[in-house]
């Protein structure tokens, strides 16, 4: 897959800064190429289901925002990306001692993206595929900032 | 619809105080009736997305939440629940000063129960529509508390 | 609900008319209104699934159809309506000797519509509710007839 | 993938032809494998959409059963195979000549399966990827066989 806006690194990376949840939940943008994004997150007890494993909310909270970002380093300059729907399978309970949420672009279209994510627990016996996703993006034109009209 | 663990309340209750994600995102528990939950969140910075809204991921979370709180509300004694899977269509962007999530069982199975979940953003404005869900759940047998064997 | 195409009835008569698969099927448009559509098939052999009940194929069409003839009846003269994405939970078995299929605009946007879609097998007992789906349908620009241009 | 039954291949051939629907539509099970199996389906009217590719739910049926079969292929003797849910991505028209659908087990538990499947149209400039699917599917015991009790 081919980029077409030459920063696109720079604009995924700031789309991720700006998420707030992103930074609570303690998630980091690990890896950025065109049309796949990786994000990481570490265990602890916030972020934990009843059964002390990581909540589906979380799970599905990373593998959404590696989507977007997947979709996003496709776009043109200019673009901004929003969710439409997402699906999730949860295949095993997170459990281990980070998150690996994967997500990479299936079909970049002009105004929408269609995009699978899998999230993997690492934990002291190997990597554990504990979640799959299937997300549709949408491209909004970005508002022309402060001064630029 | 009627709760067969006349005990349903604080057993929701209880299971939804161990999610230590709803801690984290300040979501509260607010109604609890037989197949019939509601969450609501409060907007703050550290639940956005990168245009200032609620992420989708937190969005995601309390609708999730409210969904295995009301499948387990109709679950006998003795019962846990875990997500299968759900999918959850945006509808328009969390804005507004609070979140309210609600869940309720479409299907009551022995091991499988379907939740319809949608979430409200409030505004000054009133009510907006602004996530639909369905959710698939999971029963599993609890484990016996300690020294119960 | 409010049409903005006054035709908007012959319209998606003729869209559904011009469906292959819904007369392969047997089924019939029994109701359109704005925003809400009823489609109905009745039950024979060639529907089956490998139990005799309607084919969760069958079932899935119907209310796929339906909620795109629900879509298209909102939107503007020239229209045209593709489905993107949808999900079907699978409440009950299609047992009966007809499936009336009902869908429904949840949000009706410039380019995206979200529906809602419930299958209700109808039987000797009365109604049983047998499958509920969200659907994002997309509007393309229909193209010009012949000799418009 | 290693299948239980080593009859696994009978009883996913005799289970697809009791599916009266995909006679009805023309789909043909071309390739069983432990976890993975292929069914293919031909272009002709009967099968469209109003703009005479395959309509959205003939994608879906096909990619239902392979998915359908594929978690039946790895089942224990004496198991029936039904759908919970699934979701389906269209990500291009379905058009050309044949349709090939394959579906495969991501996880295979003793009473869920999780599948992942996929359809590719075969046009003159090749295979076109034109939908993607997840879905859950449920094992029920098999009746015993009439005399068997």
Redesign the interface.
Known sequence: MVARNPRYGDVVRS??A????M??LGAELTQVEPGSVEVRVRSR???????GFL????T???V??ACGCAALSLMPAGS?V????????????ARGHELVARGRV??AGR??T?C?GDAYALTDEGEV?CA?M?A?M?RVEAPEPDGAA
């Open positions: 789309s991720f700006r998420q707030g949840l930074a609570h007890p916030e972020l934990t289901q009843q059964h909540h589906a909310g979380v599905t909270s990373v959404d925002s901004e929003v969710s439409v729907e997402f699906k999730i399978n949860l295949l095993a309970p299936l079909r105004t929408i269609v699978q595929h799959t299937t549709t949408f």
